[in-house]
């Protein structure tokens, strides 16, 4: 995830300095994602010149996963130009809710950027695909196991993670973890969510019925999703002359090497136009 959708979160940090990568509600994203991005962000440059940036090829990416995993198709907005720098930790922290976090603290969280209820419920529905490593979930099996868990799959887990450090992951969805369709919410109605920010949104009453209309309705559950989706995909965005169009999706245009500036910028001046 991005605190803004201006692909910051592909900038590459250093020991010193860590990037989002390197926050904690982010560790999750795996590597290969950012290569595939910089690989796409070469096949298009090559054809089109500078002129698209990191960050929608990171939105059409999104777009197309969700698509060929089995979920719907869909139009997003374009034009958005890439951030200069990425995010502080306390940034990422302050705007991305951990998988610790229960249905009041998301359903706040998110209402400062203007989500309702269903688009929350929604969001949370991209966990119909994707993993959880031990550290996110571990409090809910340990030492005293959460009474919202289903027992069956809590032992399930205990023998995946039987301890809190372990590399080991697990899949988001139990029923079809390589499917993007309603089964996650599914799994949330008989009580086997892999975090806390999942299970916790069929035990509040608030989403509980969001939750069970959409494990009854998967088209339902595709409508509010995009919706959702297109409305996150214009938070915090950069236009204009805002910000940049990298030439590397993980280093900055004033960090990369490659670039001899007075050139390259008036090779992406004249590309635009």
């Given amino acids: 995830m991005m605190v803004g959708c201006d692909g910051s979160v592909l900038l590459e940090g250093t020991t010193s300095d860590p ?9 999750s994203l795996r590597p290969e994602t950012f290569e595939i991005i910089n690989d796409l962000r070469e096949l298009i440059h090559k054809q089109c010149g500078r002129v698209v940036s990191c960050a929608d090829i990171t939105v059409l990416a999104a777009r197309e996963a969700v698509y060929l995993s089995g979920g719907p198709e869909f139009n997003v907005p374009l034009g958005r130009r890439d951030r200069l720098t990425f995010a502080t930790q306390a940034e990422v922290l302050a705007n991305i809710p951990g998988p610790n976090s229960n249905a009041s603290f998301l359903l706040t969280s998110l209402a400062t950027k203007k989500f ?14 994707g993993r959880g490593h031990c550290g996110s979930f571990f409090g809910r099996l340990f030492p005293t196991q959460d009474p919202t868990m289903d027992p069956i799959f809590a032992d399930d887990l205990k023998e995946i ?9 697990a899949m988001n969805d139990i029923r079809t973890p390589n499917t993007f369709d309603n089964k ?10 892999l975090f806390t920010s999942d299970q916790d949104l069929y035990t509040d009453k608030r989403t509980r019925g969001i939750v069970e209309s959409f494990a009854e309705d998967q088209e339902l559950f595709f409508k509010k999703f995009v919706h959702a989706m297109i409305k996150m995909g214009q ?32 090779y992406e001046t004249y590309a635009e136009l």
């Fill in 19 to 27: 990037s989002e990568q390197q926050a904690v509600p982010n560790v």
């Fill in 235 to 266: 938070l915090s965005v950069l236009t204009g002359k805002e910000g940049e169009i990298r030439a590397n999706c993980s280093v900055s245009n004033s960090n990369n090497p490659k670039l001899v500036s007075p050139v390259e910028e008036d």
């Fill in 184 to 193: 996650y919410y599914v799994d949330l109605v008989n009580r086997e969510g």
């Fill in 161 to 169: 993670c039987p301890e809190k450090n372990s590399t080991n992951t």
């Fill in 116 to 129: 309702d209820a269903t688009d929350v419920v929604a969001l949370n529905g991209a966990h119909t695909i």
